[in-house]
């Protein structure tokens, strides 16, 4: 069993800042990427940024220069750092783990989604 558990949300003023912390947590072999999601109301989901096994990283263009997705190493720990907030970022955040592979005897290959984390941006 793989949990995804997302923190770090909550209400910010316009050009504020957030980080938001992944944790993906159970018996875990390996995770190819870690990315970051939002779905505000009325909206599709849409990835905001995503970091790669190999440290490599991309953005979405609307958050490009703002956001910064980094990793810790001694933990399975992701973060989003989000500066220069503004009205338009306001959203459910999501953290998905990719191509994740369990350790034996399960030994599968997923993805898993956490349960999302509030980001409000006020004006």
């Known amino acids: 069993q793989v949990h995804v558990a997302e923190s770090g949300g909550g209400l910010v003023q316009s050009g504020g800042s957030l980080r938001l912390s992944c944790v993906v947590s159970?018996?875990?072999?390996?995770?190819?990427?870690v990315g970051w999601h939002r779905q505000a109301p009325g909206k599709q989901r849409e990835l905001v940024a995503a970091?790669?096994?190999?440290?490599?990283?991309n953005y979405a263009d609307s958050v490009k220069g703002r956001f910064s997705i980094s990793r810790a190493n001694a933990k399975n720990t992701v973060y989003l750092q989000m500066n220069s907030l503004k009205p338009e970022d306001t959203a459910v955040y999501y953290c998905?783990?990719?191509?994740?592979?369990?350790?034996?005897?399960?030994?599968?290959?997923?993805?898993?989604w956490g349960q999302g984390t509030q980001v409000t941006v006020s004006s």
């Open positions: 998905h783990a990719d191509g994740v592979i369990t350790e034996a005897p399960t030994r599968v290959l997923d993805d898993y």
């Open positions: 159970g018996s875990i072999f390996s995770i190819d990427a």
């Open positions: 970091i790669s096994r190999d440290g490599s990283t």
